[in-house]
């Protein structure tokens, strides 16, 4: 494996940046098929770890591009692909919301809301689909997969409480890799 | 129309140190706390304005709570107040994962923790599917949706395609759907 620029790892997030309808996760399938899938920085089981990391921080959920930017170059790398991914649809946004005000409600905007809902859903479940696959190992881990997405239907319960009872199963040796 | 409300009371370092606590306290979903601290705890917004700035962020491209931060920071005190908001988000956050993720590198390897990992993983993607069952219960129920969603969800997880590939063609479909819906509504 040939690690990449920093050059190349902005570009790559710069890209899913502005590809990131709906949030965040939705483009977490496309990082992993960059990252894994075509350039074989990592195995999926590191990808879908670092993930599990970024969910265990608080914060805004594009903090696994800060972990892979750390793993590929350091902290240099873990900057470069903040930057990366934060800036052009920072840009982006900020330029649209000025015109927006400017213009009034245009009817596209709610056109661009409800025309997107459902590409976001269905790279959501993708994501969703994909970080399963990569953390799973036997019918236990789907098990604890499984039963952690049904608890977060119910409203009001914390995430990080799913995640601490998910690492205590793995330590106690009920969940392996 | 929408009025850009320039309040000079707020200043960037306020605006940075607002967003500093939406970042630190923000497991799980920063966009609830960043309502606290801008309706309830600081009242920069009232529920109105928020709903309005959140409409705006909501459908662009990009991580959520950074867009609602870019555009409450322009709101008060423009680019520069862009900045301070996201630099506040972000500053912690990062902090915070990166040395989560150099003790699991030093700590986490040998001994018992390195069975943590594994748990924490599969407890993650569970998070993950949850959300994405929390958005397919709030879908409309209407056939151009469920054809859209379910062509971006093959051909990323089953067919591996390229995001710019699967945009490029879905993207526009669905805003025309979505704009030919909204027409017809009136």
Not at chain 2, 66 to 73: E, F, I, K, M, T
Not at chain 2, 99 to 108: E, K, N, P, S
Request: charged fraction near 15%.
């Amino acid at each position: 494996m040939t690690p990449p620029t920093l050059g190349r790892l902005f570009l790559m997030f710069a890209l899913i940046s502005i590809m990131a309808v709906g949030g965040g996760n939705a483009v977490v399938p496309e990082m992993q098929r960059q990252v894994v899938d075509l350039n074989h920085w990592m195995s999926s089981g590191q990808f879908v770890g670092l993930f599990a990391i970024a969910q265990a921080s608080p914060g805004p959920n594009m903090l696994i591009s800060s972990l892979i930017g750390w793993r590929m170059a350091g902290l240099p790398g873990a900057l470069v692909c903040t930057l990366g991914m934060c800036l052009p649809s920072s840009l982006l946004t900020f330029s649209v919301a000025r015109l927006w005000v400017r213009i009034g409600g245009s009817p596209w905007r709610r056109a661009m809301e409800r025309g997107l809902a459902p590409v976001t859903l269905g790279l959501v479940l993708a994501s969703g689909w994909q970080l399963s696959k990569a953390a799973g190992s036997d019918w236990r881990s789907y098990t604890l997969t499984a039963a952690v997405a049904l608890l977060t239907l119910r409203r009001g319960l914390n995430p990080l409480w799913l995640l601490a009872g998910g690492g205590l199963l793995g330590l106690l040796g009920w969940v392996r890799s | 129309m929408e009025e850009p409300f320039r309040n000079p009371a707020v200043s960037c370092g306020e605006l940075f140190l607002g967003f500093l606590l939406v970042g630190v306290r923000g497991f799980g979903g920063v966009m609830p706390w960043a309502r606290r601290m801008l309706v309830d705890e600081r009242r920069w917004l009232d529920d109105r304005q928020f709903t309005q700035i959140l409409s705006l962020a909501q459908p662009l491209p990009g991580p959520n709570s950074l867009n609602l931060a870019v555009v409450v920071g322009d709101r008060f005190q423009g680019l520069r107040g862009s900045l301070s908001a996201l630099t506040g988000l972000l500053l912690a956050p990062i902090c915070i994962v990166l040395t989560l993720a150099t003790l699991f590198d030093r700590f986490g390897q040998a001994g018992p923790l390195h069975r943590l990992l594994p748990g924490l993983s599969s407890a993650a993607a569970g998070l993950m599917v949850g959300m994405g069952l929390r958005l397919l219960a709030g879908m409309e129920r209407e056939a151009w949706v469920c054809a859209l969603a379910l062509i971006a969800f093959l051909s990323v997880a089953w067919l591996r395609l390229s995001l710019v590939l699967v945009l490029l063609v879905l993207a526009p479909v669905g805003i025309a759907f979505g704009h030919g819906r909204a027409r017809e509504a009136k």
